[in-house]
């Protein structure tokens, strides 16, 4: 709590006016604000007492960086946040000559009070200030005329205050909202395994809570630091030059109150990092809980589920229990030292004042100087009452600052770490980099894997080192093989003779191998690797539909997330239109694929917008053409708004079968020139799935499309069946092709063929065994 004019001079006997008769320009506020978080995801300050700005808890996330306890000043990240500042340097330059010119009229209320009582209340002759002096030889002569100066300086401080407020929270503004955009314009362009890496609460809280943390910096955290420099600096020099021996007394107190604010600091830091792993947890656990809210009470977890939320409810209230008792320690601590330096003032100005006739032995002893002259003819000679009252103002005033700069001082360290998890968020380069040159695809619709393998992981530096070698290889291997295809295809003769001679060189066959295809399982480093694609090697041709089976976690939708080029394969090649993915502009790349998925995602907008997508050409005959074709029109117009009926909540009001119903107009409405169907039909009953069969049937002709389906009952009429196993292509062919292989297929269609069989025979009441 800050020192406040009604109790902030105990016992101050010796002075004629009563302490409540001490004005001052710009009494501050009693506030106290505790440590900000650095990551923010609770409250930025305990609920003490007198703060009315406790705010709500904010979403945590748990991941380690945001329990970062970050430095205060880290002068690259300074700099850096300076950058944002740059476009506002006028209202940040107007902001700090208001700080500083406000700081020099806050000095003036203590002086003309001092004044006022020399001059005209307490004269003492002989001691006149040289203000007094100065006025006497103007028309502000008399107590009104000063109290009208007075009245002039706290109007200037006011209108001083407005203007400093105003511009940096307004300039604050304006950096959040570039910082903002900045963030989520590069949170679109981030790859797909970033966002397997980064859950949705990381992301939100960059966005929200680091963002206002920085807010907090540049509106109330560096210019008020300036401010309480400026002030701390004006106070110091106004109390040398009133009095350097009061001075040096009033000082003396501070290494008491930099011990206090290091413990105070330590113990809070401490709290506060058990706070946030706290809410982080209590978050977490009420998310998930509220969201599997069903399956609870399905089976009765209530009582259990509570006794689990207690115990990080009692984690977070211990956590702020421990903080709000530093809290209420360290200000009436700082408060009592700062009140032991006014007293210290009180009783050496005042002994000063009285002239030292009336000082005591002890005082008289105290004060005997090394040179032998008496240190109190030093306050005698210059201490006045005025003096004396505006003294104890300005040492009032000098705790303040003091104060504000430990609570500053938490606000620049929870906007450093918040800074640095921005920029690092900011200096993610998207994993898939834009290619050197980009080379257009042929729109053929032609799909090719060359001996693909794929990890999600992330490989470690000399993994991507060995892999680096296997690709040089491979590469290297691949060019001589070409050089010599061409080689044979202009002479045969020397073709033949060259191979004769390769032949008797070696005895080993393998050198008559045409290319070295290194495989990745091969090398030790990345042997136990977990690889979800193994060496895949297939080609879709040109308006063929090709199907895909395999177990669960065969890496089914993995192989269509690579065409897409949601993600780089680690060894091997995907081609599309004719050309390696990655040689290719990948927004051009992803326009060529409509996909309809098993989970399909509704944006919050009407039905019409999600057929649409922003595709403004889409026009509404489209859209509606689109969704009869599918057989979801008629629903969609049975609905109030029809196609103008909101869809909230990702879809929640919608089942699932009628997301995916509207994925596949929406699928259908953008005319793709591949079309990808992962599991698309599995949420929608039987007789609309026949309907929908027919739509898809038109959907599939003249385009390259790539069907994932458990039922084989689907992919029966697909050019091409591909059969994964394990992460590996185990069987490729026609439905006949594969049947008559008896492989694979043929046993997962038996299975099914049987699941069938049974199921039909159970409905109509035969024996299963049958
Ligand atoms: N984003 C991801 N991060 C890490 N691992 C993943 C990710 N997506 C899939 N996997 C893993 O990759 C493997 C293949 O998954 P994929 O989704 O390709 O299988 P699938 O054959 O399509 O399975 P399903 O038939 O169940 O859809 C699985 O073991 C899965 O756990």
């Known amino acids: 709590m800050r020192l406040s004019p009604s109790h902030d001079v105990p016992g101050n006997t010796t002075t004629a006016l009563p302490p409540h008769f001490l004005p001052d320009i710009s009494p501050r506020p009693t506030k106290i604000k505790p440590m900000p978080e650095t990551a923010s995801p609770q409250p930025d300050h305990a609920p003490t007492k007198g703060d009315k700005k406790a705010a709500p808890p904010k979403p945590a996330t748990t991941k380690p960086d945001d329990d970062v306890v970050g430095k205060a000043y880290d002068g690259r990240i300074m700099r850096r946040l300076a950058g944002y500042l740059a476009p506002y340097k006028l209202q940040t330059g107007v902001s700090a000559a208001a700080i500083l010119l406000k700081a020099f009229t806050d000095i003036a209320g203590p002086f003309l009070l001092a004044v006022t009582i020399d001059t005209y209340l307490a004269p003492e002759a002989g001691k006149q200030h040289w203000l007094t002096h100065f006025l006497s030889r103007t028309p502000l002569t008399g107590v009104t005329e000063i109290a009208l100066l007075y009245l002039a300086a706290l109007s200037i401080t006011f209108g001083l205050e407005f203007v400093q407020t105003y511009l940096m929270q307004w300039t604050g503004q304006k950096i959040m909202f570039d910082l ?57 020099v106004v109390m040398l030059s009133m009095s350097w021996p009061l001075a040096l007394l009033t000082i003396s107190v501070i290494p008491g109150i930099a011990y206090a604010t290091h413990l105070f600091r330590k113990h809070v830091r401490d709290s506060y990092r058990r706070q946030r792993a706290a809410t982080a947890k209590i978050n977490s656990f009420t998310q998930e809980y509220v969201s599997g809210m069903s399956v609870v009470q399905l089976f009765n977890r209530e009582k259990r589920a509570f006794r689990d939320f207690s115990a990080v409810n009692l984690e977070n209230k211990e956590a702020w229990t421990d903080a709000i008792f530093a809290y209420a320690l360290y200000y009436p601590v700082v408060e009592f030292l700062a009140s032991i330096a006014i007293a210290l003032v009180i009783w050496r100005g005042g002994i000063a004042v009285l002239g030292a006739t009336q000082h005591t ?56 770490a918040a800074a640095e998890r921005i920029f690092k968020l900011i200096d993610t380069v998207p994993d898939i980099p834009a290619p050197a040159k980009i080379i257009p695809g042929d729109h053929s619709g032609r799909i090719e ?45 020397a073709a033949h003779l060259t191979s004769t001679a390769q032949t008797l060189s070696t005895s080993n066959p393998n050198t008559q191998q045409p290319t070295t295809n290194n495989s990745p399982a091969d090398h030790p480093l990345l042997r136990d690797i977990e690889w979800i694609l193994r060496g895949v090697s297939f080609t879709i041709e040109p308006d063929h539909t090709a199907a895909i089976v395999g177990h669960t976690g065969a890496g089914k939708t993995t192989i269509t997330a690579l065409m897409m080029r949601f993600y780089d394969v680690q060894s091997g090649t995907v081609l ?35 057929i649409r997508l922003g595709t403004e050409s889409i026009t509404d005959e489209q859209v509606e053409r689109a969704a009869e074709e599918v057989n979801v029109a008629d629903y969609i117009r ?3 708004e029809g196609f103008n009926t909101p869809v909230i909540e990702r879809g929640a009001t919608l089942s699932t079968g009628q997301k995916q119903l509207i994925s596949f107009a929406r699928a259908l409405a953008h005319r793709p020139g591949i079309l990808i169907l992962d599991e698309a039909t599995s949420s929608v009953d039987t007789e609309t799935e026949l309907r ?56 997962l269609y038996q299975l099914q063929y049987k699941d069938q069989e049974l199921a039909a025979l159970t409905a109509t009441g035969s024996p299963a065994t049958a």
């Open 449 to 493: 894997f060359r001996n693909v393998w794929f990890t999600y992981q992330q490989l470690t530096t000399d993994q991507e080192a060995a892999l680096q070698q296997i690709r040089r290889e491979n590469a290297s291997s691949q060019i001589r093989h070409s050089e010599r295809s061409a080689a044979e295809s202009k002479n045969p003769e």
């Open 692 to 747: 929908v069969e027919s739509a898809l049937a038109r959907m599939i002709t003249g385009r390259t499309s790539v069907l994932i389906a458990h039922r084989l009952s689907t992919v029966q009429r697909a050019d091409t069946i591909l059969v994964m196993h394990k992460g590996q292509l185990r069987e490729q062919g026609s439905h006949q092709q594969l049947l008559a292989h008896r492989g694979l297929y043929y046993k």
């Open 180 to 236: 903002r955009s900045q963030i989520f314009r590069h949170i679109q362009r981030m790859h797909i395994a970033f966002f397997d890496r980064n859950p949705v609460g990381r992301l939100v809280t960059r966005v929200t809570s680091d963002v206002d943390a920085l807010n907090d910096m540049f509106t109330s955290g560096v210019l008020a630091i300036f401010e309480d420099i400026c002030s701390l600096s004006f106070i110091i």
């Open 576 to 610: 599309v239109d004719g050309v390696d993915v990655r040689e290719q502009d990948v927004h051009a790349l992803r326009l060529r694929f409509g996909i309809v998925l098993q989970d399909s995602f509704l944006f919050t907008g009407t039905i019409a917008k999600n």
């Open 638 to 640: 049975s609905l109030p």
């Open 361 to 416: 032995w002890l005082s008289h002893h105290l004060y005997v100087t090394a040179s032998g002259a008496s240190a109190y003819s030093l306050f005698g000679n210059i201490v006045t009452l005025g003096t004396l009252i505006a003294f104890i103002r300005y040492a009032q005033r000098f705790f303040y600052p003091i104060q504000d700069l430990s609570d500053k001082f938490n606000i620049l360290q929870a906007a450093m």
